[in-house]
């Protein structure tokens, strides 16, 4: 996966938003404007609660540059302005490669907060972290052909323009609009949940084996069916007969990192992240996460969604 800052704006984002207290907001890239509509800001990570009758800001800066070297003190200089020019109450800086001694030096006489996440041996985190791996069970289907049905009231001006529109679409194309969300979905994905909801479908499928064919009718109802937009208006799809196949895929998906996120100057472990390789579902690219606090020992798994070139 890339490092462009955003995995360790995540990070720690999580683990703030389990420790902070109920009523207190955690934000990301939070985008500050002037008068005139320029972007004059952006904060990576924006805490503001109320304790008491005073209201607390606490602005968090992640730095991910692993070819930089450690954090400068310009930066920890930067932070103290942005800290008296926005009035927050606490900026902590936090570090993939550490802190030159003259910035956390600095840090320190400023009163900004430094911590570090740093990576370590899986082996580190023997006590609570048993698997190195974990298996992903996939029932995967192949669209060939959709046959779509309509009612047999619709004229043939409808059924031109539905034939034409077909025509010019493919299986994964989401033009399948639900009548009850407005949401759009293609018929490939339609075919999947199709096929999820119909008993015996992926009973007795070897895994990692061969595909079996499949034909199936998905008959919706009045309240809850799928709608294409033509230029004659818009056509109810009532049901869909659906051909192709499905199969059942077990992929082992390693562990592909193992950090700690503490404080630098007393090396208080605030949590542990587990992070296996990205895997894909449904075309989205996702990423498990073993997050253990430090400060409550629980352990939180988490699946993320990355941009697709992550």
């Known amino acids: 996966m890339k490092s462009d800052g955003k995995q360790l704006e995540s990070l720690v984002a999580f683990v703030e938003e389990n420790l902070v207290p109920d009523g207190f907001s955690v934000t990301k890239n939070e985008r500050v404007y002037n008068d005139e509509g320029v972007q004059i800001a952006e904060f990576d990570i924006e805490i503001r609660g109320k304790v008491g009758s005073t209201e607390i800001a606490w602005l968090i800066e992640c730095r991910d540059r692993p070819a930089s070297g450690p954090a400068p003190g310009s ?58 791996h974990i298996v992903q069970h996939e029932r995967s289907t192949n669209l060939e052909h959709a046959s779509m049905m309509i009612d047999d009231s619709e004229g043939e001006e409808q059924r031109n323009a539905l034939e034409k529109f077909l025509k010019n679409v493919d299986g994964n194309e989401k033009f399948l609009k639900s009548s009850s969300t407005g949401e759009f979905t293609s018929p490939a994905l339609a075919f999947s949940g199709a096929a999820s909801g119909t008993p015996g479908v992926f009973d007795d499928l070897e895994v990692n084996g061969n595909a079996r064919a499949v034909r199936l009718e998905a008959n919706y109802p009045d309240d809850d069916h799928f709608i294409i937009e033509t230029e004659a208006g818009d056509i ?5 007969i659906f051909t192709g196949s499905a199969s059942l895929k077990c992929t082992e998906i390693p562990l592909f990192a193992t950090s700690e996120y503490r404080k630098a100057d007393t090396g208080e472990i605030v949590s542990q992240v587990a992070t296996f390789e990205p895997l894909s579902i449904h075309g989205m690219k996702l990423s498990t996460e073993m997050h253990k606090l430090g400060e409550t020992g629980e352990t939180h798994i988490i699946l993320r969604r990355l941009d697709n070139d992550a």
């Open 75 to 132: 930066w920890i200089e930067q932070l103290v302005g942005r800290r008296t020019r926005f009035g927050f109450n606490k900026v902590t800086a936090v570090s993939t490669t550490g802190f030159a001694t003259g910035a956390a030096e600095f840090a320190l006489a400023q009163g900004v907060e430094i911590r570090e996440v740093t990576s370590l041996d899986p082996e580190e985190f023997s006590d609570w972290l048993y698997i190195r």
């Open 236 to 240: 109810d799809i009532k049901s869909i």
